[in-house]
């Protein structure tokens, strides 16, 4: 599908809404992507691994009872040193393959361990560029795609230039005209093919990537969340 097809027919009265709710919602949504950059820079190692852990637990799982969960995780302080077993437990009636997923974070605090104490902030400042830092994420966590990988990155402030391609971008893109269907798995090459589209979707209507991103959610969910 070329630039010039695109938005079609019943893409116009989306895009039309998608406008009118960024003129109305833009000082909301920069607001939101200013509260995801303070949590880098001002937020302790723990909160950033809370955030990781956060986004390894979403797939296939409702956002809100990931972070419930992740609360409590804090509230027993589960994380600190982490044993799958008994996070698993505290999984069970929260998130789906809370087994795997147990053990997913449990790798991913060893993978972050430098004399003793996570250290997450100076492995990403070591990327100059946000694809290559989420490519590294992707290769060396288990259990994070590049979902995953654009979604924790975009919780502590560096979204500016990735998509979180989930089942509300990727319905809305189809709609919109974007993609003519909703691919069934999402591969590596799939996946960077949708987000250039997007990229270019967002320059042309002269809305940036990280507030379309948060567009689409609040379109389909009423809300910012995380």
Not at 92 to 100: E, L, P, S, Y
Not at 183 to 194: A, G, R
Not at 213 to 219: A, G, N, T, V
Request: glycine share 4%.
């Amino acid at each position: 599908m070329t630039n010039n097809q695109y938005p079609m027919s019943n893409g116009k009265k989306i895009l039309k809404e998608i406008k009118e709710l960024h003129s109305l919602e833009k000082e909301k949504i920069a607001a939101r992507l200013a509260d995801f950059k303070k949590v880098f820079k001002k937020n302790s190692e723990d909160e950033l691994f809370y955030e990781l852990v956060f986004c390894l637990l979403t797939p296939q799982s409702k956002a809100k009872s990931c972070w419930g969960a992740i609360e409590n995780l804090k509230a027993k302080n589960l994380l600190k040193n982490p044993h799958d077993k008994k996070i698993a437990k505290e999984l069970q009636r929260k998130v789906r393959f809370h087994n795997n997923k147990a053990k997913y974070v449990v790798a991913a605090r060893e993978l972050f361990l430098k004399n003793g104490k996570v250290d997450i902030k100076s492995k990403l400042l070591e990327f100059k560029d946000t694809k290559i830092a989420r490519d590294w994420l992707v290769e060396n966590i288990k259990g994070m795609g590049l979902k995953e990988g654009s979604h924790f990155l975009r919780n502590i402030g560096f979204g500016k230039h990735i998509a979180i391609l989930d089942r509300h971008i990727l319905k809305n893109l189809k709609l919109l005209g974007i993609i003519k269907e909703i691919p069934k798995s999402l591969t590596q090459n799939v996946y960077f093919e949708i987000e250039e589209k997007m990229s270019r979707f967002a320059d042309k209507i002269g809305i940036p990537l990280d507030h379309l991103d948060l567009l689409f959610w609040r379109k389909e969910t009423g809300e910012y969340f995380k």
